[in-house]
């Protein structure tokens, strides 16, 4: 299955795309990722990118592009892949299909600002470890102390309350018209996020016939 997953910040695709890679034995690839991965390996689109990363300027849809053709040559990907984090834009879709890319299912986790707002604002992460806690559906047995390595907890920037909502207003002026773009080709399947991991799993299993 060849799929993109699309969802504000916060939405949880990250996590459901981690389990539909387990289930159906097939690569998550994330655009963060292989940008770094191409940077590391030293490719012609990963020099690019690195030369644009270390000028302080955005990598070039272009360059992003060419790295992800790169990626999906690779023989992990014949019987499938997910998008996650790309495409982004329309005119990254659009080039995604001058590829010749022909993706099976855009599937779409619907959740609401207000909910997104609520999740990411109470995260909490352990700077020593890595855990992460929430105030309200993960509390740490001691308020604001890490129970694995009793370091202190704190906010990441990205959740903080006036990120978060700019990370939204982004998502909604440049990604979401994604929605309307692959309504079009009849391949958007749209799941309402659920408060459990396992509800949402299991709505987007039978969205996808899995």
């Not at 855990?131 to 920037?157: F, M, T, V, W």
Request: aromatic share 4%.
């Amino acid at each position: 299955m060849k799929l993109i997953l699309l969802g504000a910040p916060g939405a949880g695709k990250g996590t459901q795309a981690e389990i539909i890679c387990e289930k159906l034995s097939i690569p998550t690839i994330s655009t963060g990722n292989i940008i770094r991965e191409a940077m590391k390996n030293g490719t012609e689109m990963g020099l690019k990118a690195k030369a644009a990363v270390e000028a302080g300027q955005l990598v070039s849809d272009d360059v992003v592009i060419g790295i992800i053709k790169e990626r999906l040559a690779k023989d992990d990907c014949n019987n499938g892949f997910i998008l996650d984090g790309f495409p982004r834009t329309i005119p990254q879709a659009e080039a995604l299909d001058s590829l010749g890319v022909e993706i099976d299912c855009v599937l779409d986790i619907d959740v609401k600002d207000e909910a997104i707002a609520a999740r990411l604002g109470g995260r909490r992460v352990c700077p020593a470890c890595g855990a992460s806690y929430h105030l309200e559906y993960k509390k740490p047995a001691k308020d604001g102390i890490c129970n694995l390595c009793g370091a202190e907890l704190i906010q990441r920037k990205d959740d903080a309350p006036e990120t978060v909502l700019e990370r939204l207003a982004i998502y909604h002026e440049q990604t979401e018209p994604l929605k309307n773009y692959y309504s079009k080709t009849g391949k958007l399947k749209s799941v309402p996020g659920q408060e459990e991991v396992a509800d949402t799993t299991k709505l987007v299993f039978e969205a996808l016939g899995i």
